[in-house]
C-alpha cells in the first residue's frame, strides 16, 4: 500500500558529469520498497515545482533506514535537488509501481543497464544472487566517468556474479554499446547450453527494444522498465500511458517493468 513519508536527506554527492547519488533516511520506504518500484518525490525546497519527480530506488538498506536514489539531471527539478545538504526534508510517495517480477526459479540472468538505467538493475540483481542465480550483469555509459554504478556491482563480490561493462568512446571496456555485449553473451550461451532464462533491462528506450528483440530471438522471458513523464503516481491523471498488446497501461501503476509480451515492439 502507497503511504507518503518525510525522508531526511543524509548525504547528496556528485559521482561524475551531471550524476548524483543521494541517500535519505526514510524508515519505512527503505521497508518496503521492492526491485523496480520508485519513490515519488516533492521537490520541497522550491514550491513553483507543484509536481513530484519520480525515482527508481538504486539501494536500499533496512536495518539503517537509508536508501539510495542516483539521479540524473535533466531540468529544474534534478538540478533543485543538487542543492540539497544533508539534513535537506522531503516528503516522498513509495513505494509506487510494479517492479521486476523474475521468473521465481530463475537460474541464469542476463541484466542490461544503460547510463542511469544501471541503478533500478542493482536491488534486482541483489535478489537473484541472494536466491542463488547466476547473474551476468551488462552496464553501459557514454564514458568512463558515467559509468558511476560499476564499482558498487564489482563491491558485490558476490559468487555467480559476472560485470562486463561498455562506453561508447571506448574510454572503460568495451568499446560500443551494452546491447552489444549482451548479443555476444545470448549467443556464446545458445552455443554452450549455458541458457539465460531471464533479461532485464532498463535504460533509453532505443537501448530496451533492442534488448527485447535479442529476447524475443532467443526465446527468453524478459523485463523492462519504462520511463514516463509523471504527474499524480497512483494512476489518476493518465499522463504515463505506455501503448501495451492489451490497449493502454499507465506506467506509474501498471509498470514500470513491462513483461515485453505486453508491448508491441
Ligand atoms: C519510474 C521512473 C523511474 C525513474 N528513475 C530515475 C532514476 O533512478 N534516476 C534518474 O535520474 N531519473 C529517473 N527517472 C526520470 C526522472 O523522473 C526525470 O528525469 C525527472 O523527473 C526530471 O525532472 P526535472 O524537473 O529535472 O526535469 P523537467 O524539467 O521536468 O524535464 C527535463 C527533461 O527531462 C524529460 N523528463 C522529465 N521527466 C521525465 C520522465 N519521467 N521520464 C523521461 N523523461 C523525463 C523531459 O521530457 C525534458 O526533456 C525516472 C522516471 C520514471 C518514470
Ligand atoms: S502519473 Fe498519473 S496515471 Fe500515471
Redesign the pocket.
Known sequence: MLFDEIATVTANQKLGPGLYLMTLKAPRCALEIQPGQ?VHMMISTNPAHVLR????V?AVDARTELID???????????EMTKWQAGTRTAVVAPV?RGWSPPYNARRALLIGGG?GA??LYMLCNQLLDKGADVDVVLGAATADCLVCLDRYFDLRKPGLRVLHTTDDGSAGAQGFCTELAEDALALAARTGKRYDYVAACGPEPMMRIATGLAKLYGIPCEVSL????ACGIGACLSCVVDTVEGKKR?CVDG?VFDIRELPW
Open positions: 520508485f519527480r519520480p525515482f527508481s538504486y536514489v542516483l539521479y540524473q539531471v535533466v531540468g529544474s527539478g534534478t538540478f509501481g542511469v541503478a533500478p520511463e514516463r513523464r509523471m506506467a514500470p
